[in-house]
């Protein structure tokens, strides 16, 4: 079964398991399918060097380590019949920790290479600068001791004592996760298989380990049975389980209603929640779980040390079994909020409004479901009633407007019959929110200061315009009395006589485009809701200061397109909330009133909701 667990270097060099050699170190071995060191001195060493630096001036915990990337061997006999750590993934960090190691002339592991014999021996010359380039091993290698050589140099000059202290920090707090891969080949090609396949999984493409990775081979090899099939039949429901919650959080439209991270084990998130971290640099979410695997003294218990390793395996077995377990409830957990209508529509909107982090939420489903969905609904209601639409506007609370206009449209789609499309898409939302943002659309244009002066925006609008105002003859604004009948024939003929190439007069078209812009305009509202709808910004840009009946005309385009129009633009545009539809091209102040009703209302109805 595989090993796994985490080292500090001084153990990488001796440890209680290290083979009685003549001069008892560890040894490794670089295998022929590798290629050479090829770590660039000024980027991959001066990176370490300044990573371990950071962390030795840092404040910090007596106990708090610094962890490197993983070391993936498999164990090997060599010719004088002791064991050697054949290196899989992890040669360019220990070559580079053997340079460093040396130079501070400080006990060091052997390196072994079974094609380049030479390099072990120039890595032992580099410390009399007996520099050559007459190969890429000896270039990078005599490169990366000149970094270092540097390196200390310059600390030092102030610092007697540095290259002392950094040494003791290297050997004693910073640590590499020791991957371990037990071999299941039984015949010589089938182990050499098994060895190259695994160094071309963690090295081609460059696929780091994610803790995601190291948690689930920590996790596997504390499994036992009393057989070698019930072991097996273990193994084979863990791992269905894992593949189970993996191939959920895969779903695009589940992963990115709960967050805009990106693994590629999503499993990691339910990780990360369960360790308290927000992210999983330097292996912290694996540190962790290691640790809490470990924890062997309990009630009545002796000390780790004094335990006997039955025990203590015992101990880490069930440690393993009670996280494994907690994992698979938070899964349970996104589940049941994903497919829950209801819980979907108030989780979503208080997570992509930021009204509440994904641990605030998870903590609060530790009760009832029904408790859970009333805690949910008391958090947006808090919400709602803090919130005077009669007092927003579009210049001093746009983000305020924005949460409102997705908790509006989040309402609309919950009180919809229950089917896939009347969910509210939280992936699409939350995708435009983070690559390209959401806007504010004025559903009437706002009057524009700057006049049109291109001569392909002003024949594009004319086109437009034109287009859009087809079955428009006239308008009839506000109390339908015939005095505020405006004749749009005769703004369409002004704006048809502007010549299709050549020359146009901008003046004069400025003049009609406000013209025609004034007749569209019902009592002026411009900066306040009932004038404004939800669009991302791409789309906003695509409709500019359009007139009304051009921006309805695009947005059904843009949906055609596959645009995501959010449900309540759309109906906004299709004046689907208007009491009288009687001209569908004009946005009217009896359209603004039922506008800003219908969001009243759909609030009203979440208020009084029986859950």
Not at 138 to 152: L, P, T
Not at 235 to 254: G, R, V
Not at 336 to 347: A, L, M, S
Not at 498 to 521: C, L, S, T, W
Request: glycine fraction near 2%; include cysteine.
């Amino acid at each position: 079964m595989n090993n796994i667990t985490t080292c500090s270097i001084g153990s990488l060099i001796l440890n209680k398991q290290t083979p009685q050699r003549s001069y008892r170190v560890e040894h490794y071995l670089i295998p022929a399918y590798q290629r050479g060191y090829r770590w660039i001195a000024d980027l991959h060493v001066e990176a370490l060097l300044e990573d371990i630096d950071n962390f030795l001036t840092k404040d910090r915990n007596s106990d708090e380590s610094y962890c490197l990337q993983p070391i993936v061997v498999a164990a090997r006999t060599d010719a004088e019949g002791y064991r050697i750590w054949e290196v899989i993934d992890g040669q360019q960090r220990l070559t580079t920790l053997c340079i460093i190691l040396r130079h501070l002339h400080k006990a060091c592991f052997e390196l072994k290479f079974e094609k380049r014999p030479h390099s072990e021996e120039y890595i032992k010359r580099l410390e009399d600068r007996q520099y050559d380039d007459s190969n890429p091993d000896f270039h990078f290698m005599g490169a990366a001791h000149r970094q270092i050589v540097e390196w200390f140099e310059k600390k030092s000059r102030d610092d007697i004592n540095y290259g002392d202290r950094f040494a003791l920090t290297l050997l004693d707090h910073v640590k590499v996760i020791w991957y371990e891969i037990e071999l299941k080949g039984t015949t010589p090609q089938e182990v050499e298989e098994e060895k190259i396949n695994a160094f071309n999984r963690l090295n081609i493409g460059k696929i780091p380990l994610e803790d995601a990775e190291l948690v689930r081979a920590l996790l596997m090899s504390k499994l036992s049975g009393q057989s070698a099939r019930e072991l097996l039949m273990r193994q084979s429901e863990f791992s269905n389980e894992w593949y189970e919650m993996e191939h959920t959080l895969q779903d695009k439209q589940m992963w990115r209603f709960l967050t805009k991270k990106n693994y590629s084990n999503h499993i990691q998130l339910i990780f990360e929640l369960m360790a308290g971290n927000k992210n999983s640099s330097n292996y912290n979410t694996y540190k962790w779980f290691e640790k809490e695997i470990q924890k062997v003294q309990g009630s009545g218990e002796e000390d780790a040390e004094e335990t006997d390793s039955v025990q203590t395996a015992k101990k880490q077995e069930e440690n393993a079994h009670r996280l494994w377990t907690q994992a698979k409830a938070i899964f349970g957990k996104f589940r049941y909020w994903y497919t829950d209508r209801t819980v979907y529509h108030y989780v979503g909107f208080l997570l992509a409004s930021s009204q509440a982090s994904l641990e605030d939420i998870l903590q609060k489903s530790e009760q009832d479901k029904d408790l859970f969905l009333k805690e949910l609904h008391k958090d947006i209601l808090e919400y709602v009633n803090e919130t005077d639409l009669s007092k927003l506007d579009y210049v001093n609370d746009p983000e305020s407007i924005k949460r409102l206009l997705l908790l509006f449209n989040v309402l609309t789609c919950e009180s919809l019959t229950d089917t896939p499309q009347n969910r509210f898409p939280f992936n699409l939302y939350n995708d435009i929110a983070e690559a390209k943002k959401w806007s504010l659309e004025h559903i009437h244009a706002q009057q524009s200061e700057d006049p049109l002066w291109r001569d392909d925006i002003i024949r594009e609008w004319i086109k437009d315009t034109l287009s859009s105002l087809q079955k428009v003859n006239a308008i009839i604004k506000e109390d339908g009395k015939e005095e505020d009948k405006t004749d749009i024939e005769e703004l369409k003929k002004r704006l048809e006589a502007f010549p299709k190439e050549g020359k146009i007069d901008k003046e004069a078209f400025n003049k009609v485009r406000e013209d025609i812009v004034r007749a569209f305009e019902s009592r002026p509202t411009v900066h306040q809701i009932d004038n404004l709808t939800l669009l991302s910004c791409p789309d906003n840009a695509r409709l500019s200061n359009a007139i009304f009946p051009v921006k309805r005309d695009r947005i059904i385009r843009m949906e055609r397109e596959g645009h995501f129009i959010p449900p309540c633009t759309r109906n906004v545009f299709l004046k689907l909330y208007s009491k009288a539809d009687n001209q569908p091209y004009y946005w009217s102040t009896q359209d603004k009133e039922d506008y800003v009703t219908a969001i009243f209302d759909t609030f009203e109805q979440f208020k009084n909701k029986n859950l």
